[in-house]
């Protein structure tokens, strides 16, 4: 089977990675006192030992250069009634935090009311990847919220989804 040399056009191949799912994480952290943060769907675990987490970001990123100045972040995951704060924290100069209720994880970062889950973290390495930076963190604290009826916010062909209106398989 041969393949062809053309380049892969950049809408075609977002077209493609979006039947993917994914849930949909607000990563933050604290600079200077004031909190930053951005929304991110490519987040992932990467070792369980030590416990590693990654995510990817833009280089481009207006937030993440004063995530890396701070050195830690918190991994907010989100439940399904956050879609509001996803779309706020993913516009570039909005005021991110407004109405946002969050309070201090043990590192200092903001953990986001009404989240599913957060890590606590400590940036472990960083690396370039084309117009991303590949972001792993150490895992030093977390928490696992025990709402049985909260699901994940979930991000399918452009668009949230919500498992819980599917029956299961």
Not at 127 to 137: R, S, T
Request: proline share 5%; hydrophobic share 40%; with cysteine.
């Amino acid at each position: 089977m041969s393949f062809s040399s053309t380049a892969i056009e950049p809408l075609r191949f977002r077209e493609a990675l979006g039947h993917y799912a994914s849930g949909i994480t607000v990563i933050t952290s604290r600079i200077e006192g004031e909190p930053i943060g951005f929304t991110c769907q490519s987040f992932h675990s990467v070792s369980m030992n030590p416990p590693l987490v990654s995510f990817n970001v833009m280089r481009s990123s207006g937030s993440y250069p004063g995530i890396r100045q701070a050195g830690r972040f918190v991994v907010n995951i989100l439940s399904d009634e956050q879609v509001r704060i996803s779309n706020q924290f993913a516009q570039r100069g909005a005021d991110k935090w407004r109405e946002v209720e969050w309070r201090e994880s043990p590192l200092g970062n903001p953990i986001i009311a009404g989240s599913l889950h957060w890590l606590d973290c400590e940036i472990y390495a960083e690396h370039a990847a084309g117009d991303h930076l590949i972001v792993i963190g150490e895992v030093k604290a977390l928490d696992l919220q025990e709402a049985a009826a909260t699901q994940p916010l979930l991000y399918f062909k452009g668009q949230y989804r919500n498992i819980a209106a599917h029956g299961a398989a």
